[in-house]
């Protein structure tokens, strides 16, 4: 079956623009997370959702990121006012059934690399 | 809080050798850990996953990892590597509970199988 998908695959934008990053999580799967990742790094958590609501928002960095998913399905990742310091690839992933059951997969999409210049 | 480590950012070993990358955790309470895989251009590739249970844990493509409580480690083991487990390799921690949702990573270890 299908697995995550993000898109665009690529953005490149210049300072203090806004992007909307897409994400569509296998079919079912109840929970949908944001990470970011930078180069030489780890996925950073940003947030996840349970259904339609954000169950943990704490890695957003500041008020320039939000994050909904209207339908419980597809998730959009907002950035307003880009900064060259945003660049990295935005990665999402989705499971099943999420917390507190927690012991399910995550499943990673491919990524979104946001250049910012 | 939550946090991993990986201490080699560059494991390199020969064809048909065992491997092992090496992770240790920190989390309040009982620990869920998992191994990714990444290869280049691509997205995290689910290898492995630590609940509970019998410590040694087998997953994907021949590897293993093993759950050691007192020295909160969960080391990746294969007995036999091959090229093509060549990639970056990743660990995370999720607490149990309400904050099961946030997995830390570490920064990922380079591992280079040479023919």
């Known amino acids: 079956g299908a697995g995550v998908s993000q898109t665009p695959s690529n953005k490149v934008t210049e300072k203090g623009k806004y992007v909307e990053l897409r994400c569509d999580p296998i079919s079912g799967h109840t929970a949908l997370y944001w990470y970011r990742q930078s180069l030489g790094q780890g996925p950073e958590f940003l947030i996840y959702f349970q259904g339609t609501g954000a169950a943990d928002d704490s890695g957003l960095p500041n008020d320039r990121f939000f994050a909904v998913r209207p339908e419980g399905s597809v998730s959009t990742l907002k950035i307003q006012r880009t900064e060259r310091g945003d660049s990295a690839v935005y990665l999402c992933a989705s499971s099943f059934r999420g917390p507190p059951q927690g012991t399910d997969t995550q499943y990673f999409g491919p990524g979104t690399r946001l250049t910012v210049l | 809080a939550q946090s991993v480590a990986q201490p080699e950012d560059q494991v390199n070993v020969a064809e048909g050798n065992p491997l092992t990358v090496k992770c240790t955790y920190s989390?309040?309470?009982?620990?869920?850990l998992f191994w990714y895989v990444q290869y280049p251009n691509r997205g995290l590739q689910f290898l492995l996953k630590?609940?509970?249970?019998?410590?040694l844990v087998k997953g994907s493509y021949g590897f293993e990892a093993e759950f050691n409580k007192s020295q909160t480690s969960f080391h990746l083991k294969k007995p036999s590597a091959l090229v093509s487990d060549s990639a970056l390799y990743f660990c995370a921690v999720r607490a149990q509970g309400t904050n099961a949702g946030k997995s830390t990573f570490g920064d990922g270890t380079t591992l280079t199988v040479k023919p």
């Open positions: 989390v309040s309470g009982n620990p869920y």
């Open positions: 630590y609940i509970t249970g019998d410590n």
